[in-house]
């Protein structure tokens, strides 16, 4: 077994860790091979059993750091909404951009990957360079969604179950699903899109003077 210095070590790590992001977006979990993120990353196929116990490992190393990206970007874009609905808005346009154009993202929330993840999470069993803060973060669409534990704390909804606004919220990422089918014609999506989340919004939220009346 070869013996890597710490720095080594860690330049290898990230090498996997990017290649593996780039073969998981472009073949999908199934098809990516631990030889095709070996050939990327440039080092031998057992070297990577230093690094990894498994594909699935590096997996959800590449989840996670989508998840944490995903985070800091909803983070930064709601920096300067003022109210709830300006929140929601946000969010839902940002999520349903990133489900779009990134394969990652979209097999995130919408592929199913988010069970693997939260699973994984749970389970006894975790990846060894995982840090505790990864390990014992929550729910993965609850910490990315945690605003509907303050909009129903505040009566700013009609819902009175964060949760429940959660999964109305998720619900819309699917309609991706129908971009550029017989369902839904390419030249229509974006407007529809729009109308979708601007009715959810809409229907979701309370007057903003209710509070007053």
């Given at each position: 077994?070869?013996?890597?210095?710490?720095?080594?070590?860690?330049?290898?790590?990230?090498?996997?860790?990017?290649?593996?992001?780039?073969?998981?977006?472009?073949?999908?979990?199934?098809?990516?091979?631990?030889?095709?993120?070996?050939?990327?990353?440039?080092?031998?196929?057992?070297?990577?059993?230093?690094?990894?116990?498994?594909?699935?490992?590096?997996?959800?190393?590449?989840?996670?750091?989508?998840?944490?990206?995903?985070?800091?970007?909803?983070?930064?874009?709601?920096?300067?909404?003022?109210?709830?609905?300006?929140?929601?808005?946000?969010?839902?346009?940002?999520?349903?951009?990133?489900?779009?154009?990134?394969?990652?993202?979209?097999?995130?929330?919408?592929?199913?990957?988010?069970?693997?993840?939260?699973?994984?999470?749970?389970?006894?069993?975790?990846?060894?360079?995982?840090?505790?803060s990864q390990s014992e973060s929550p729910q993965t669409f609850e910490r990315i969604l945690q605003q509907p534990d303050e909009w129903v704390e505040c009566d700013d909804v009609w819902i009175d179950d964060p949760d429940i606004v959660r999964g109305i919220m998720r619900s819309v990422l699917f309609v991706t699903q129908a971009r550029e089918t017989s369902l839904i014609p390419a030249?229509?999506?974006?407007?529809?899109?729009?109308?979708?989340?601007?009715?959810?919004?809409?229907?979701?939220?309370?007057?903003?003077?209710?509070?007053?009346?």
């Amino acid at each position: 077994m070869t013996r890597f210095s710490d720095d080594d070590r860690e330049r290898i790590r990230l090498d996997l860790v990017e290649a593996g992001h780039d073969c998981f977006t472009r073949f999908g979990f199934d098809r990516t091979r631990v030889s095709d993120v070996t050939d990327a990353a440039g080092i031998g196929t057992s070297t990577f059993y230093q690094f990894f116990d498994s594909k699935e490992a590096l997996y959800l190393t590449v989840l996670i750091k989508e998840r944490e990206r995903l985070l800091e970007i909803l983070e930064s874009a709601m920096s300067g909404a003022k109210t709830p609905r300006e929140e929601a808005e946000i969010i839902l346009r940002t999520t349903l951009g990133e489900v779009r154009t990134n394969p990652l993202i979209r097999r995130l929330f919408v592929g199913g990957e988010i069970r693997k993840l939260d699973s994984q999470l749970d389970g006894a069993t975790r990846e060894t360079d995982l840090s505790s803060s990864q390990s014992e973060s929550p729910q993965t669409f609850e910490r990315i969604l945690q605003q509907p534990d303050e909009w129903v704390e505040c009566d700013d909804v009609w819902i009175d179950d964060p949760d429940i606004v959660r999964g109305i919220m998720r619900s819309v990422l699917f309609v991706t699903q129908a971009r550029e089918t017989s369902l839904i014609p390419a030249d229509s999506y974006e407007a529809i899109e729009e109308a979708l989340v601007e009715t959810l919004v809409a229907g979701l939220f309370k007057p903003e003077d209710h509070s007053s009346d």
